[in-house]
Structure formats: structure tokens, C-alpha cells
């Protein structure tokens, strides 16, 4: 299944499985019940949806050491390789700008934890109703223990709905440690 929707009392929630090699009939699946998503938020009047999905699209051309770069316009790779998010990422700003509402989207992949808004229409303007969120992640190549945690509140009377915490393990603690 390359997709699981699920809703809270006020928000959507859904999972995906999505990565830069999906051949074409997995995209369309995951298109088709991503658009689902989209309808069934709408229809209970969802005040947020949350993406989570291990895969990081990349979303512009700021970081390719962590993702791949991305014209932010037209959300085509810039290296010429095959590309299983271009549709994806299309269709997603189509319905974040549609929904109005917050849409999150949560992934780990580079774990490299941030929060932003990388997202932007096609004139290059900040879908400012997008929040990505990239959790950490066991980055061993550079001798710290980055297996740590984010809080995730929802508040659905909060402008943003979501907001997150990093939550660091005291045992993980490399180069400073706990006191």
C-alpha cells in the first residue's frame, strides 16, 4: 500500500510511500490517494493535513547534500536523473494552495533536522500554509549520534496547528554531554 489515510479529531493524517525511484504506477497510486486525502479533509472540514514519509523530494535548489536539488519553479530535478517526486510535488502545491489550510510534511531521509517553508508556487512566491519537517536521523559518516526525536503538538485552535520540539536523548549526546 503506498498510502494509509487516518484522521484525528480535527486534522488529516496519512503516510506515504514515496521515493525518488517510484516506478509510474506507484506514483499514480500514491497521486490518486493523495488527492483522496485532499477530498476526505475537505469533506470533515479538517483544519490540517500532515504528510509523513521517509522520502525527501527536495524542494528547491538551497541544500544538495542532503536532497536533490530542484528548480522551485517548475520542481524538476536539476541533475537529469530519474525523478519519482516531480509529479508528486506538482500535484501537492496544486492542493496546498486549493486547501488554504496548514499541510505538513514530514520526512526523514537526509536526517538533518529543520523546520521550514521551502515550498513555492510556480512565480517563486512562499506557499506560507506549508511547513516541512525533517527529523533527525543516525548520521554516522560524521561521528554523531543523531538518533533523537521531534514532538509534534496539534493545536487546532492555533493559526499553525502544528508546532514541534526537538526532544535530544541524554545518552546520544556527542560533543557536549548531558550535565
Known amino acids: 500500500m503506498p498510502h494509509s489515510i487516518s484522521r484525528g479529531r480535527a486534522t488529516t493524517y496519512v503516510t506515504l510511500r514515496l521515493t525518488r525511484r517510484s516506478t509510474r504506477r506507484e506514483t499514480r497510486l500514491i497521486l490518486h490517494g493523495f488527492r483522496e486525502t485532499f477530498q476526505v479533509a475537505k469533506a470533515h472540514n479538517s483544519v490540517a493535513v ?33 525523478d519519482g517526486f516531480q509529479s508528486f510535488l506538482l500535484a501537492l502545491r496544486d492542493q496546498v494552495i486549493a486547501f488554504r489550510k496548514p499541510v505538513a510534511y514530514v520526512h526523514r531521509d537526509s536526517h538533518y533536522y529543520r523546520v521550514d517553508k521551502p515550498f513555492l508556487d510556480a512565480q517563486g512566491r512562499r506557499l506560507d ?44 549526546r556527542v560533543a557536549v554531554p548531558s550535565p
Open 50 to 82: 500532515i504528510f509523513i514519509s521517509q522520502g525527501d523530494p527536495g524542494w528547491d535548489l538551497t541544500d544538495g547534500t542532503r536532497a536533490p536539488l530542484r528548480d522551485p519553479k517548475t520542481l524538476a530535478e536539476t541533475d537529469g536523473q530519474p
Open 129 to 172: 500554509n506549508f511547513t516541512r519537517v525533517e527529523t533527525f536521523g543516525d548520521n554516522a559518516a560524521n561521528g554523531t549520534n543523531d538518533v533523537n526525536w521531534v514532538k509534534a503538538t496539534v493545536n487546532p485552535r492555533s493559526r499553525e496547528v502544528f508546532s514541534y520540539q526537538p526532544q535530544i536523548v541524554p545518552g546520544n
